[in-house]
């Protein structure tokens, strides 16, 4: 009888430790994740320009390969199609700096013209992001932020 105590409690120990190996692979596997994401609009004002600021902590285990980001109109063929990461490929890239032990901030800025804010749709923008690892993963987020123009 304690025997086959032995071999049940070696053959868990063998499941148990294979299911944690399996863990810890798949862990390094993991797309990134985006946190803290945050918009800011200033619309153009006189002769002054505006501009538009977005930032987001991005963590990677295997680091933070790039990040794109794309402000888009609420009322446009996104909201209807949906975007894709493929939309994304010739999006502007933000500027990252590391941020923790696998986090980077990042921060996308663009100025704002008056002559863009005249030609802008008014109502809700959103910034979509796509974030790229090192490892190759990759996570779309169409709505990270929101922003209104008025």
């Known amino acids: ?42 619309a153009p004002d006189g002769a ?23 402000a888009w109109p609420e009322n446009s063929a996104f909201a209807e199609k949906g975007l894709t990461a493929k939309d994304m490929a010739a999006t502007e890239s933000a500027v990252c700096e590391p941020s923790g032990k696998e986090t980077v901030r990042c921060t996308y800025t663009t ?15 959103h910034i979509a992001v796509l974030a790229t690892a090192n490892d190759g993963t990759t996570t779309l987020k169409t709505e990270a932020a929101h922003f209104t123009v008025r």
């Open 1 to 42: 009888m304690s025997r086959r105590i032995a071999l049940s409690v070696a053959a868990g120990v063998v499941v148990l430790g294979g299911a944690g190996a399996f863990a810890l692979a798949h862990a390094g596997e993991q797309p990134p994740a985006l946190a803290d994401s945050a918009a800011r609009y200033t």
């Open 48 to 70: 002054r320009d505006g501009s538009l600021t977005f930032v987001t902590d991005v963590t990677a285990s295997s680091g933070v390969k790039s990040v794109k980001v794309l």
């Open 111 to 125: 100025e704002v013209t008056g002559s863009d804010a005249e030609s802008s749709p008014r109502g809700v923008w």
